[in-house]
């Protein structure tokens, strides 16, 4: 369990590496929105790039974004950026992206954290 946060006003970049846990994203995400600035937040930003295992699957990914629904409820519109060039974490991402769906947040793919970021902060 490895992972680096940064906050850059109200926004978020997590970096994940090693072997990473449907738990551990479960402990970031109860951070982030335990945090005041997570009602004024416009982008999360998941660095995937270093990671070497999702020990993880679909069912987990239903149940963290199940929880993002709930919090959708304080934050109402929010960028989710995946930085990622692994297939298994790009399926993870698009089962992610089903369960919000009937959410204002969008959620996209990236293959590094310049596009993310890009990508995050256009208006």
Known sequence: MANEISWNNSNIIVRFNGIVSADEIMSVNDLIYGDSRFDSMDYQIFDYSKVEKMAMNEIDTEVIGTLDKTASMWNRKLKVAVVSTNGFI??????????????????????????????CEEE
């Not at 993870?92 to 590094?112: G, H, N, P």
């Open 90 to 119: 790009d399926n993870l991402t698009q089962t992610y992206k089903k369960t919000i769906s009937d959410t204002a947040w969008e959620v996209r793919s990236f293959s590094s954290i310049k596009d993310a970021l890009q990508w």
